[in-house]
């Protein structure tokens, strides 16, 4: 009878429960009005977390994606069920750069899906089924071991080679006469960009990363004039001196560099006096010992060693990297195989292709008790700017204003953001980048530029909410 009691006693605190959550029902909305309040969005930023921006646009990002995975309270199940008619109009649509009047996607059955199809596409070289050409900087080989075994011919890799530097050549030119914002070029060792910036001035850059001391010396070489942004940027923080104090130190280290000058020279004096020739000490080479001095070994491979590129020297560029034998890998499973190159505009040799699209749903319980449905859809392949751009605009009609997204972005091509802003300070002339992705997705959006990677996004009470790393 103890036991009874028991049971029926759990049960009535059971079935208190569903009436103390329905007395505070109205109070669950609450948090997300009091972290945004009208017209001011620092309160929804200290009670989220540092880091946080907002504004009326999604935020213009550089870097490739992997995959991105966006949850709203309402079912993304539309954006897997188009119909033959939706793909067929945004294939048209992506193909014709065709720029449609402004419609509520609401009321227009069709539109929406043809949207989506329209914002998932995108051009690439080369295109090999049986091989996984991006991301190409992974440690994860099993996808691309089958194409050292399929591309061991001679025959068949220098018409690879030319395939490719033809497509290269007709991708890079559209760039250059400003047909196409921009065009990645993704190799085994690097990951290089290149785009026009600007609607008043034109003004085409190039950015190079990870690099390393070998290819620096050959642009330089080569007679490429180039800046390493990341590096300066990061001595300026380091240093945290005026400009004065900046000027004093330069001047210095000018005298420095000749104190070390007449010191290689004197050691290689020496060594000849006393019948040894300084080639067999290769130690005390005076270009070495530079290098070392200036700690160019450290950045290798690194964010730092990311390489800036602009004006009339991105054509040098473009050629060097064309030339250049160590595009293409020697040994490895990756032989032979080209550099993958990413367009939003189709190019000569190109392959039109669509990103690879899942949708599920999942259900929360928050503190009180409420289970909630959420809907999943996670898009995955190389996501270029335009393709988020497009997604993120035109989910805030389909999914009532409210979703979220979370990125896993491509780590190689996450300095392209802090390169961009860096070159472009204190420069009134330079254009911002981020004005050239405008045209290629035919819409009114500017978007917001970032000096940082976008790793999270929000979009609600009608304001898109981010934050970088």
Same mark, same amino acid.
């Given at each position: 009878m103890v036991r009874v009691e028991y049971v029926k006693e759990k049960e009535i605190q059971f079935m208190q429960r569903p009436c103390k959550v329905t007395r505070t029902d109205e109070d669950v909305p609450q948090p997300r009005q009091t972290t945004e309040p009208k017209g001011s969005g620092s309160e929804r930023r200290g009670q989220?977390?540092?880091?946080?921006?907002?504004?009326?646009?999604?935020?213009?990002?550089?870097?490739?994606?992997?995959?991105?995975?966006?949850?709203?309270?309402?079912?993304?199940?539309? @954006? @897997?069920?188009?119909?033959?008619?939706?793909?067929?109009?945004?294939?048209?649509?992506?193909?014709?750069?065709?720029?449609?009047?402004?419609?509520?996607?609401?009321? @227009?059955g069709q539109?929406?899906?043809?949207?989506?199809?329209?914002?998932?596409?995108?051009?690439?070289?080369?295109?090999?089924?049986?091989?996984?050409?991006?991301?190409?900087?992974?440690?994860?080989?099993?996808?691309?071991?089958?194409?050292?075994?399929?591309?061991?011919?001679?025959? &068949?890799?220098?018409?690879l080679r030319t395939d490719w530097a033809e497509s290269f050549t007709s991708a890079f030119y559209l760039v250059r006469a400003?047909? @196409?914002?921009?065009?990645?070029?993704?190799?085994?060792?690097?990951?290089?960009?290149?785009?026009?910036?600007?609607?008043?001035?034109?003004?085409?850059?190039?950015?190079?990363?990870?690099?390393?001391?070998?290819?620096?010396?050959?642009?330089?070489?080569?007679?490429?004039?180039?800046?390493?942004?990341?590096?300066?940027?990061?001595? &300026?923080?380091?240093?945290?001196?005026? &400009?004065?104090?900046?000027?004093?130190?330069?001047?210095?280290?000018?005298?420095?560099?000749?104190?070390?000058?007449?010191?290689?020279?004197?050691?290689?004096?020496?060594?000849?006096?006393?019948?040894?020739?300084?080639?067999?000490?290769?130690?005390l080479d005076p270009n070495k010992v530079k290098i070392q001095r200036e700690c160019f070994r450290a950045i290798d491979n690194r964010p730092q060693s990311l390489v800036h590129v602009e004006g009339s020297n991105v054509q040098a560029l473009f050629n060097f990297l064309l030339n250049w034998r160590s595009c293409v890998a020697s040994s490895g499973p990756q032989t032979g195989l080209p550099p993958t190159i990413l367009s939003p505009v189709g190019f000569r040799?190109?392959?039109?292709?669509?990103?690879? &699209?899942?949708?599920?749903?999942?259900?929360?319980?928050?503190?009180?008790?409420?289970?909630?449905?959420?809907?999943?859809?996670e898009v995955s392949g190389p996501i270029l700017p335009q393709n988020l751009q497009a997604i993120s605009q035109l989910f805030k009609s389909t999914q009532d204003g409210e979703y979220t997204a979370t990125f896993h972005n491509h780590e190689a091509t996450v300095p392209f953001n802090a390169a961009f802003h860096s070159s472009t300070q204190g420069n009134d002339n330079a254009s911002p980048p981020h004005q050239s992705i405008t045209t290629e997705l035919n819409t009114d959006t500017q978007g917001t530029p970032q000096t940082g990677t976008v790793k999270e996004l929000e979009f609600s009470q009608s304001k898109f909410f981010w934050k970088c790393y």
């Open positions: 989220l977390g540092t880091g946080w921006s907002r504004g009326d646009e999604p935020p213009i990002d550089w870097c490739l994606k992997q995959k991105v995975r966006f949850m709203s309270p309402k079912s993304f199940s539309w @954006c @897997c069920t188009l119909k033959s008619l939706e793909e067929a109009q945004g294939l048209n649509d992506f193909i014709t750069k065709l720029k449609e009047p402004k419609v509520d996607i609401t009321e @227009c539109s929406s899906g043809k949207e989506f199809q329209r914002s998932i596409m995108y051009w690439i070289h080369p295109s090999l089924p049986w091989v996984k050409l991006f991301p190409r900087m992974t440690g994860d080989n099993n996808r691309v071991s089958r194409a050292a075994l399929m591309t061991t011919d001679d025959d &068949v890799l220098a018409a400003r047909y @196409c914002p921009y065009i990645y070029l993704c190799a085994h060792q690097f990951t290089a960009m290149f785009l026009t910036t600007g609607t008043q001035q034109e003004t085409l850059r190039g950015v190079v990363t990870p690099t390393t001391r070998g290819f620096r010396e050959a642009l330089a070489n080569e007679g490429i004039e180039f800046t390493l942004p990341l590096l300066e940027k990061q001595r &300026v923080d380091s240093e945290g001196n005026s &400009v004065e104090n900046g000027v004093e130190k330069k001047e210095s280290g000018t005298g420095d560099e000749d104190l070390d000058n007449e010191d290689d020279t004197a050691a290689s004096v020496w060594l000849e006096s006393i019948g040894l020739n300084k080639a067999n000490f290769p130690s040799g190109a392959t039109l292709k669509s990103l690879k &699209v899942k949708q599920s749903s999942v259900k929360q319980q928050d503190e009180a008790g409420v289970v909630t449905s959420y809907g999943v859809l």
